[in-house]
């Protein structure tokens, strides 16, 4: 196994998992917004804009490193002819 499969597979999962973040935290600013819209702001007033940052940040790492691994795993296969 080649230290950039390792780092492929490292660099996937790590996106994956930034992604599910991404995805977590995105419900979360929209539940958030619909509480906010109901009862108004409150204690934590920030709430809404802290999960979207938090959502956009983890979204764009995650799909970035998604797509750095797979540039990564295509580049490393032989080319078969």
Do not use: N, Y
């Amino acid at each position: 196994m080649s230290v950039s499969s390792v780092f492929s597979t490292i660099l996937a999962l790590s996106g994956g998992i930034l992604l599910v973040i991404a995805f977590l935290s995105g419900g979360a600013a929209i539940l958030s917004l619909i509480e906010r819209l109901q009862h108004g702001s409150g204690l934590l007033f920030a709430d809404v804009e802290l999960f979207g940052l938090v959502a956009f940040i983890c979204g764009f790492a995650g799909g970035f490193a998604v797509f750095g691994a797979k540039k990564l795993s295509k580049r490393k296969q032989p080319d078969v002819s």
